[in-house]
């Protein structure tokens, strides 16, 4: 912890985020939601992609804080634009979902293709299951069994599930 705050001291915004983890987790402090809020959202304010999907993840989970989607989806899409790869992902399930914002499959699609070029296992396989049933995108099974397939070698197991149920 001494040298995180000694980093935060001089600005350092990935130590915010940092500090932030260990009050999530109780590392080498007590447990504290809200503390664990406050460093995210320092670091969060301060740039730090990684933070703001963190405050985003408070705010859906009611971690520190009253539960907010709203609130959730502003955090993960400014995380998004800041090149969060699994700040895209979740603002994916946000628009497939409709969570926060109202359903759309097109945009769905265009955030797991920015995380899943980016190998985010979870991405690769929804975006695999847009192309698979031509929703947000113009079917391509070709192009569905290889995302899928990325997927499984990510470790998502729904992947092989749906290969081995669909492409035989």
Do not use: P
Request: with cysteine; net charge positive; aromatic share 14%.
């Amino acid at each position: 912890m001494t040298w995180y705050r000694k980093a935060a001291d001089q600005k350092q915004k990935a130590a915010y985020n940092a500090i932030g983890n260990l009050y999530r987790t109780g590392n080498g402090v007590n447990t504290d939601a809200k503390e664990a809020l406050r460093w995210y959202r320092l670091g969060a304010e301060a740039g730090d992609a990684q933070a703001m999907l963190n405050v985003g993840n408070c705010y859906f989970y009611g971690m520190g804080t009253t539960k907010n989607v709203a609130e959730a989806v502003q955090w993960w899409q400014r995380a998004a634009e800041g090149n969060n790869i699994y700040a895209q992902s979740q603002m994916g399930d946000c628009y497939l979902y409709g969570l926060g914002v109202e359903q759309n499959m097109g945009k769905a699609a265009e955030y797991y293709i920015k995380a899943a070029d980016a190998n985010v296992a979870n991405a690769q396989y929804r975006l695999g299951l847009l192309y698979y049933y031509g929703q947000g995108v113009e079917a391509d099974r070709t192009h569905a069994k290889l995302l899928l397939q990325k997927a499984r070698d990510g470790g998502e197991k729904e992947a092989q599930d749906f290969l081995e149920k669909n492409f035989k």
